[in-house]
Protein backbone atom coordinates (compact mmCIF):
# COMPACT_ATOMS: atom_id res chain seq x y z
CA UNK A 1 0.00 0.00 0.00
CA UNK A 2 1.32 3.19 -0.91
CA UNK A 3 1.68 6.56 1.38
CA UNK A 4 -0.41 8.36 -0.49
CA UNK A 5 -3.19 5.29 -0.09
CA UNK A 6 -2.52 5.48 3.80
CA UNK A 7 -3.12 9.35 4.21
CA UNK A 8 -6.05 9.09 2.22
CA UNK A 9 -7.60 6.56 4.47
CA UNK A 10 -6.29 8.40 7.78
CA UNK A 11 -9.17 9.01 10.30
CA UNK A 12 -9.14 10.26 13.69
CA UNK A 13 -12.09 8.65 16.31
CA UNK A 14 -11.29 11.45 18.91
CA UNK A 15 -11.31 14.93 18.51
CA UNK A 16 -8.30 17.82 18.88
CA UNK A 17 -8.49 20.65 20.93
CA UNK A 18 -6.02 23.66 21.16
CA UNK A 19 -6.54 25.20 24.15
CA UNK A 20 -4.88 28.63 24.25
CA UNK A 21 -4.55 32.09 25.71
CA UNK A 22 -2.24 34.38 27.38
CA UNK A 23 0.57 32.82 29.13
CA UNK A 24 -0.79 32.64 32.18
CA UNK A 25 -4.34 32.50 31.87
CA UNK A 26 -4.37 28.60 32.86
CA UNK A 27 -3.97 26.60 30.01
CA UNK A 28 -1.69 23.86 31.57
CA UNK A 29 -3.48 23.72 34.13
CA UNK A 30 -6.72 23.44 31.87
CA UNK A 31 -5.16 20.31 30.09
CA UNK A 32 -3.93 18.28 32.58
CA UNK A 33 -7.36 18.66 34.29
CA UNK A 34 -9.23 18.08 30.45
CA UNK A 35 -7.61 14.72 29.92
CA UNK A 36 -8.01 13.35 32.51
CA UNK A 37 -11.36 13.76 33.14
CA UNK A 38 -11.70 12.62 29.58
CA UNK A 39 -9.36 9.64 30.07
CA UNK A 40 -11.57 8.59 33.23
CA UNK A 41 -14.63 8.89 30.99
CA UNK A 42 -14.27 8.10 27.69
CA UNK A 43 -10.85 6.35 27.39
CA UNK A 44 -11.60 3.20 25.16
CA UNK A 45 -10.04 0.58 22.19
CA UNK A 46 -7.04 1.48 23.42
CA UNK A 47 -7.17 5.00 22.77
CA UNK A 48 -6.67 8.06 25.32
CA UNK A 49 -6.16 11.85 25.19
CA UNK A 50 -2.89 12.83 25.61
CA UNK A 51 -1.73 16.96 26.58
CA UNK A 52 0.31 18.23 23.93
CA UNK A 53 1.98 20.80 26.31
CA UNK A 54 3.41 22.25 22.70
CA UNK A 55 6.40 25.06 24.34
CA UNK A 56 7.85 21.61 26.21
CA UNK A 57 7.33 19.07 23.18
CA UNK A 58 9.64 22.36 21.06
CA UNK A 59 12.10 22.29 23.12
CA UNK A 60 12.17 18.17 23.29
CA UNK A 61 11.68 17.63 19.49
CA UNK A 62 14.80 20.40 18.95
CA UNK A 63 12.65 23.05 17.26
CA UNK A 64 13.84 26.13 18.80
CA UNK A 65 15.75 28.42 16.39
CA UNK A 66 16.60 31.38 18.52
CA UNK A 67 16.43 33.07 22.02
CA UNK A 68 14.50 36.47 22.57
CA UNK A 69 16.56 38.34 25.08
CA UNK A 70 14.23 41.10 25.66
CA UNK A 71 11.42 39.22 26.38
CA UNK A 72 13.24 36.42 27.97
CA UNK A 73 12.13 33.41 25.85
CA UNK A 74 12.67 30.72 23.38
CA UNK A 75 10.97 31.70 19.25
CA UNK A 76 9.93 28.91 18.00
CA UNK A 77 10.89 27.04 14.30
CA UNK A 78 6.83 27.06 13.26
CA UNK A 79 7.44 24.61 10.20
CA UNK A 80 9.68 22.15 11.99
CA UNK A 81 7.59 22.05 15.03
CA UNK A 82 4.32 21.24 12.62
CA UNK A 83 5.82 18.82 11.07
CA UNK A 84 6.68 17.24 13.84
CA UNK A 85 2.85 17.60 15.36
CA UNK A 86 0.98 16.69 12.24
CA UNK A 87 1.85 13.61 13.18
CA UNK A 88 0.40 13.57 16.53
CA UNK A 89 -2.49 15.47 15.40
CA UNK A 90 -3.41 13.08 12.92
CA UNK A 91 -4.33 10.39 15.71
CA UNK A 92 -7.02 12.85 17.51
CA UNK A 93 -7.39 13.33 21.28
CA UNK A 94 -4.87 16.12 21.18
CA UNK A 95 -5.16 18.48 23.71
CA UNK A 96 -2.70 21.23 22.31
CA UNK A 97 -1.74 23.59 25.16
CA UNK A 98 -0.08 26.63 23.40
CA UNK A 99 -0.25 30.45 23.13
CA UNK A 100 -0.32 30.26 19.65
CA UNK A 101 -2.67 28.26 17.81
CA UNK A 102 -3.22 30.03 14.44
CA UNK A 103 -0.36 27.54 13.10
CA UNK A 104 -2.14 24.48 13.09
CA UNK A 105 -3.97 23.00 9.93
CA UNK A 106 -7.88 23.86 10.16
CA UNK A 107 -8.86 20.27 8.80
CA UNK A 108 -6.79 19.26 12.04
CA UNK A 109 -8.53 20.86 14.94
CA UNK A 110 -12.28 20.57 15.87
CA UNK A 111 -12.07 22.97 18.93
CA UNK A 112 -10.30 26.20 19.86
CA UNK A 113 -10.99 27.23 23.80
CA UNK A 114 -9.90 30.73 24.07
CA UNK A 115 -8.96 31.27 27.92
CA UNK A 116 -9.75 34.57 29.02
CA UNK A 117 -8.51 35.78 32.66
CA UNK A 118 -8.88 39.80 34.28
CA UNK A 119 -5.78 41.43 33.93
CA UNK A 120 -5.22 41.79 37.87
CA UNK A 121 -5.26 38.24 38.37
CA UNK A 122 -3.59 37.48 35.45
CA UNK A 123 -0.84 40.63 36.88
CA UNK A 124 -0.40 38.41 39.92
CA UNK A 125 0.00 35.00 38.69
CA UNK A 126 2.70 36.08 36.15
CA UNK A 127 4.34 38.37 39.13
CA UNK A 128 4.63 34.79 41.05
CA UNK A 129 6.58 33.75 37.91
CA UNK A 130 9.31 36.57 38.49
CA UNK A 131 8.80 37.82 34.44
CA UNK A 132 10.55 40.95 33.61
CA UNK A 133 8.86 44.25 33.35
CA UNK A 134 9.14 43.98 29.55
CA UNK A 135 7.66 40.56 29.43
CA UNK A 136 4.75 41.00 32.10
CA UNK A 137 4.08 44.02 30.29
CA UNK A 138 3.66 42.33 26.79
CA UNK A 139 1.63 39.32 28.30
CA UNK A 140 -0.81 41.98 29.99
CA UNK A 141 -1.08 43.72 26.63
CA UNK A 142 -2.09 41.18 24.69
CA UNK A 143 -4.37 39.89 27.16
CA UNK A 144 -5.81 43.68 26.95
CA UNK A 145 -6.24 43.42 23.11
CA UNK A 146 -7.12 40.02 22.94
CA UNK A 147 -4.44 39.02 20.50
CA UNK A 148 -5.15 35.45 20.93
CA UNK A 149 -9.02 35.96 20.26
CA UNK A 150 -8.26 37.35 17.34
CA UNK A 151 -5.74 35.41 15.68
CA UNK A 152 -8.16 31.92 16.53
CA UNK A 153 -11.11 33.66 15.23
CA UNK A 154 -8.37 34.50 11.68
CA UNK A 155 -7.81 31.45 11.92
CA UNK A 156 -10.78 28.79 11.96
CA UNK A 157 -14.65 28.72 11.21
CA UNK A 158 -16.05 30.96 13.77
CA UNK A 159 -18.15 27.86 14.97
CA UNK A 160 -15.25 26.37 16.44
CA UNK A 161 -13.83 28.66 18.57
CA UNK A 162 -15.01 29.35 22.03
CA UNK A 163 -13.99 31.87 24.77
CA UNK A 164 -14.15 30.48 28.55
CA UNK A 165 -13.21 32.54 31.65
CA UNK A 166 -10.41 31.49 33.63
CA UNK A 167 -10.79 33.67 36.95
CA UNK A 168 -11.29 30.76 39.66
CA UNK A 169 -11.15 27.41 40.38
CA UNK A 170 -14.59 26.70 39.91
CA UNK A 171 -14.74 28.33 36.39
CA UNK A 172 -11.88 25.88 35.47
CA UNK A 173 -14.10 22.76 36.97
CA UNK A 174 -17.00 24.38 35.19
CA UNK A 175 -15.07 24.63 32.20
CA UNK A 176 -13.51 21.39 32.23
CA UNK A 177 -17.09 19.62 32.40
CA UNK A 178 -18.16 21.84 29.58
CA UNK A 179 -15.46 20.74 27.39
CA UNK A 180 -15.86 17.26 27.95
CA UNK A 181 -19.79 17.33 27.51
CA UNK A 182 -18.58 18.74 23.87
CA UNK A 183 -16.31 15.43 23.55
CA UNK A 184 -18.95 13.29 24.31
CA UNK A 185 -21.34 14.72 21.92
CA UNK A 186 -18.82 15.20 18.97
CA UNK A 187 -17.58 11.45 19.78
CA UNK A 188 -21.73 10.25 19.37
CA UNK A 189 -21.99 12.51 16.50
CA UNK A 190 -19.05 11.05 14.50
CA UNK A 191 -19.02 7.54 14.92
CA UNK A 192 -17.22 6.90 11.92
CA UNK A 193 -14.48 9.52 12.87
CA UNK A 194 -13.41 12.93 10.58
CA UNK A 195 -10.84 12.52 7.70
CA UNK A 196 -7.41 13.85 8.56
CA UNK A 197 -7.29 15.30 4.96
CA UNK A 198 -8.65 18.48 3.51
CA UNK A 199 -12.30 18.25 2.79
CA UNK A 200 -12.78 16.51 -0.66
CA UNK A 201 -14.75 20.01 -1.99
CA UNK A 202 -12.63 21.97 -0.69
CA UNK A 203 -9.40 19.59 -2.20
CA UNK A 204 -11.51 20.25 -5.73
CA UNK A 205 -11.82 23.75 -5.30
CA UNK A 206 -7.81 24.48 -4.44
CA UNK A 207 -7.61 21.79 -7.78
CA UNK A 208 -9.44 24.25 -9.71
CA UNK A 209 -8.07 27.53 -8.40
CA UNK A 210 -4.65 26.14 -9.24
CA UNK A 211 -5.36 25.22 -12.56
CA UNK A 212 -6.97 28.85 -12.93
CA UNK A 213 -3.62 30.65 -11.13
CA UNK A 214 -2.21 28.35 -13.86
CA UNK A 215 -3.67 29.25 -16.87
CA UNK A 216 -3.28 33.09 -15.39
CA UNK A 217 0.06 32.28 -15.21
CA UNK A 218 0.28 32.00 -19.19
CA UNK A 219 -1.65 34.68 -20.25
CA UNK A 220 0.39 36.88 -17.90
CA UNK A 221 3.45 35.61 -19.62
CA UNK A 222 1.70 36.01 -23.25
CA UNK A 223 0.71 39.50 -21.72
CA UNK A 224 4.26 40.55 -21.23
CA UNK A 225 5.41 39.10 -24.27
CA UNK A 226 2.93 41.83 -26.08
CA UNK A 227 4.03 44.28 -23.84
CA UNK A 228 8.16 43.32 -24.74
CA UNK A 229 7.05 43.67 -28.82
CA UNK A 230 5.49 47.27 -28.07
CA UNK A 231 8.80 48.62 -28.44
CA UNK A 232 7.49 51.51 -30.22
CA UNK A 233 5.33 52.81 -27.50
CA UNK A 234 7.94 52.71 -25.64
CA UNK A 235 10.27 54.69 -27.85
CA UNK A 236 7.00 57.07 -28.32
CA UNK A 237 6.79 57.82 -24.45
CA UNK A 238 10.80 58.39 -24.04
CA UNK A 239 10.51 61.04 -27.06
CA UNK A 240 7.08 62.40 -25.49
CA UNK A 241 9.33 62.92 -22.45
CA UNK A 242 12.26 64.23 -24.02
CA UNK A 243 9.82 67.10 -25.46
N1 LIG B 1 -8.82 29.24 36.56
C1 LIG B 1 -7.80 29.43 37.44
N2 LIG B 1 -8.08 29.84 38.68
C2 LIG B 1 -7.10 30.05 39.57
N3 LIG B 1 -5.77 29.87 39.31
C3 LIG B 1 -5.46 29.45 38.09
C4 LIG B 1 -6.44 29.21 37.09
N4 LIG B 1 -5.82 28.81 35.97
C5 LIG B 1 -4.52 28.81 36.25
N5 LIG B 1 -4.28 29.18 37.52
C6 LIG B 1 -2.96 29.32 38.15
O1 LIG B 1 -2.22 30.25 37.38
C7 LIG B 1 -0.89 29.82 37.20
C8 LIG B 1 -0.60 29.68 35.71
O2 LIG B 1 -1.37 28.59 35.21
P1 LIG B 1 -0.90 27.72 33.97
O3 LIG B 1 0.53 27.34 34.11
O4 LIG B 1 -1.90 26.66 33.81
O5 LIG B 1 -1.03 28.82 32.81
P2 LIG B 1 -0.58 28.69 31.28
O6 LIG B 1 -1.56 29.47 30.51
O7 LIG B 1 -0.39 27.28 30.92
O8 LIG B 1 0.83 29.42 31.28
P3 LIG B 1 2.01 29.28 30.16
O9 LIG B 1 1.45 29.75 28.88
O10 LIG B 1 3.06 30.19 30.65
O11 LIG B 1 2.41 27.86 30.18
C9 LIG B 1 -0.75 28.52 37.97
O12 LIG B 1 -0.22 28.81 39.24
C10 LIG B 1 -2.19 28.03 38.11
O13 LIG B 1 -2.38 27.26 39.28
Redesign the pocket.
Known amino acids: MTSTTNRAMSRRYFPNIIIT????????????SLVSHLNQELSKKGQEFTHL?V?DLAKERGCIESYDERLDTSVVDEDKLLDSLEVDLEKGGAIV???CCDIFPERLIDLVVV?R?DNS?LYD?LK??NYNEAKLQENLDCEIMEVVLNDAREAYIPEIVIEL?????E??DD?VERIGQWVTNWIKDHPDGVTNELDPELAALAREEQGDDEEEDEDFEIAEEGAYDSDDDEEEYDDDDKE
Not at 21 to 28: D, F, I, M, Q, V
Open positions: GTPGCGKSSHSENSDWHLTNRKRNSNSAEMN
